[in-house]
């Protein structure tokens, strides 16, 4: 979490600051990149940094939490428009990341040596910490046409669809794909998890 000094900075200030981080991080991964390169670009002193951060990876996580909030609010925007369906919501949403320009190379460096830690941020798009916020987000799914039937189900196929969505948005950033090709392999794993994979008796 940033520091209060940073956080009580005129906001062109900080914007100047969050600018010249995003562009460290998006060169390079969290542990490759440089706090030297940070300040350099903000014009700022080191000694500053640390008043605003405790080091390069509280302010990375500064960042990819932001991030992950504004992704999470494109995700229940998507979920009204598809009235909670939660199949058509997730293919939009996935075409939504890997098309996604202002934040791309931030992203794919996330994406590419994701940790433990970088994981637990962004499956904060599919939960929350708060009751609150948890409700409002279940009560904007339509379960009617999930075959779960009670809350632990839901978590839990949420936790596959989430798993399913993270290693699509990897496999698109690690081997370069084609944003066709790589919708395509979501969709048929998307349309698997929908129809069920145990075949019916006829």
Known sequence: MPKITFINLPEEKKQTLIVAMKKEFSR?????????NIVKTANIPRGSFYQYFEDKEDAF?????????????????????????????????????????????FLKNAFLNMTYKIELSFS??????????????????????LNISNHRELFHLLQIIFTITLRNVVE???????????????????NLLKNGLARKDS
Do not use: C
Not at 70 to 91: A, E, Q
Not at 124 to 145: A, G, H, M, Y
């Open 28 to 36: 390079v991964p969290l542990y490759d990149a440089s706090i030297s």
């Open 61 to 105: 996580f500064f960042l990819l939490n932001d991030l992950v909030m504004s992704i999470r609010n494109n995700f229940v925007v998507l979920l009204k428009k598809y009235d909670g369906d939660l199949f058509d919501t997730m293919i939009e949403f996935y075409q939504l990341i890997i098309m996604e320009e202002e934040d791309v190379h």
């Open 124 to 145: 904060k798009i599919f939960r929350s910490q708060e009751t609150t916020k948890l409700s409002d987000f279940l009560s904007l799914l339509n379960t009617r046409n």
């Open 172 to 190: 698109k950033f690690a081997k370069e794909l084609p944003t066709e090709d790589a919708l395509a392999n979501y969709k048929l794993e998307m």
